[in-house]
């Protein structure tokens, strides 16, 4: 039986599924903060309106600031903290490091991960596309710019182009 108040039930989190109580009101934001501790998800507007709380559900991006934590129940989520695999960061990780895409880093962490989605889906996309689908993450240091450069750097990483011919492609832009 769950404490008063609370609901118990599966979530599962970046391939680990966690047995939770927790009060049906909370959002999955709340949820995957305050009682699973994955504070990598970032709590900013709550309004749906900035994209720093965006984390995958069932393979798509969500504003877990809009979902209730019991939406997700039974379903899978993926958080920035799932992005590494066996200590290896995705090339996201890496470009958005390497080219200065990430400078608070508030934000990081939704655009990475509505990128990721993009990139699972399309090997190639163009500026306007990855602008396209970036276009519900709000950043206020980058100017932008440096983001979708990481986005075309690291699909160009995943398509198996070197370093080198990579930054070409970059500047070739
Ligand atoms: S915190 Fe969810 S969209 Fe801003
Ligand atoms: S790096 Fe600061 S909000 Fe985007």
Do not use: W
Request: with cysteine.
């Amino acid at each position: 039986m769950p404490p008063p108040g609370k609901i118990l039930g599966q979530v599962s989190v970046n391939g680990d599924r966690h047995e939770l109580a927790f009060a049906p009101h909370k959002t999955l934001l709340e949820v995957l903060r305050e009682d699973l501790d994955l504070t990598g998800t970032k709590h900013g507007c709550e309004l749906g309106e900035c994209g720093a709380c965006t984390v995958l559900v069932d393979g798509k991006p969500i504003l877990s600031c809009l979902m209730l934590g019991i939406e997700a129940l039974d379903r899978e989520v993926e958080t920035i903290e799932g992005m590494a695999v066996d200590g290896e960061l995705h090339p996201l990780q890496t470009t958005f490091a390497d080219l200065g895409a990430s400078q608070c880093g508030y934000c990081s962490a939704g655009f990475m991960l509505t990128a990721k989605k993009l990139l699972d889906r399309e090997a190639q996309p163009d500026r306007d596309r990855i602008r396209q689908a970036l276009s519900g993450n709000l950043c206020r240091c980058t100017g932008y710019i440096k983001i979708f450069e990481a986005v075309e750097l690291a699909a160009a990483k995943l398509r198996g182009e070197s370093a080198e011919v990579s930054r070409e492609t970059l500047h070739g832009h």
